[in-house]
């Protein structure tokens, strides 16, 4: 099997995954990004990994994937998350309209749930608000956004993979209707030369659309950027929240010292020029504080946006790209007469896995070859190990 040669384009979680995924499939790897790897979005977000219960009640196919791969990633990468679990919080009566949706949604997608009285939650989570009502405990959990990328890069590496940062895809090379391979800048050096591939992928993420349009074709991607705000001080040990259909600072998650509130939500049409609007920083600190009253006196840290690649039209208009799905989607572009090129797009930092595998399922169909994946058993390497190696 090794003489087939599978590039993938980005190095973010779910390239990193596709390494890895390839890799244990006995193919040739050659991974390329234009920056360092999880330079992108994936080492912007605020490291949850998602229970699923954030989309229960309206997105079931996400909240699917969200809580089969949470129980897939705490058994491949042990020692990668805090297992804080998390906290759905009511504090006005619409809240708890809500969460009776909510309890409900998490049944129909087998997310355990635990309804909470007040007491109950502030013996757990002593700085919620005097105003609560009533929690729910989902198994939410938080990570490192990098470490836990990076162990998908180990040891895709250690099975043969390589990987090639600062190496930016200036154009996709085609034959007739076949995509043969990518030209590719060195930024370290500034040598541009070609890579051959017999596959190539695109994996990257909310820049996936600007990769299709060099190949002629159309990825339905629409880059929805996202404020965070971390603030000094655990203001909570759990993943905290609002017991509300998704909206702007609807969740603290605890890192390490810190606090990140987020998130808001708009479109544009460049992932690379998303801004940082005062107001949304503004609105995380009144929001974040309906949760726990802290964050509205809590010292800043940071602020900083992040583009999530959701499906949808390729138009930034009106809408604030809530009303789009967090579900993924691999496409064959052999659909659209182009063969040799497979893009995989959408989903969560949570997915990553499940998303590699749906692509590697693609490829290696495309391939003719009769390999499985194996990523659902094999433990991967420590974070550690990705710097250990040489070179």
Known sequence: MAEFHALIIGGGGTGGALAHDLALRGLRVTLVERGEVTSGTTGRHHGLLHSGARYAVKDHESAIECIEENTILRKIAPGTFEENDGLFVAVTEEDVEYGNLLIEGCAECDIPTERLTPEQAWALE????????????????????????????????????????????????????????????????????????????????????RIADMVGVEVPIRPSPGVMLAVRGRLCNMVINRMTPAGDGDIIVPQRGLSVIGTSSWVVDDPDDLGLPEDHIQTMYSEGAMMVPLVRKAEFRAAWAAARPLIGPRRADADTGRELSRTFKCFDHADEGVEGFVTITGGKATTLRGMAEAAADVVVQKLGLDAPCRTREVELLPFEAYYAIPG
């Open 126 to 209: 002593p700085n919620l608000s005097p105003n609560l009502i009533m929690a729910v405990r989902v198994p939410d959990a938080t990570m490192d956004a990098m470490r836990m990328p990076l162990r998908f890069f180990a040891t895709a590496i250690k099975n043969g993979a390589v990987i090639k940062t600062y190496t930016e895809v200036l154009d996709v090379i085609k034959e007739g209707g076949t995509v043969r391979g990518v030209r590719v800048r060195d930024h370290t050096s500034g040598k541009e030369y070609e890579i051959g591939a017999d596959i190539v992928i695109n994996a990257a993420g909310p820049w996936c659309g």
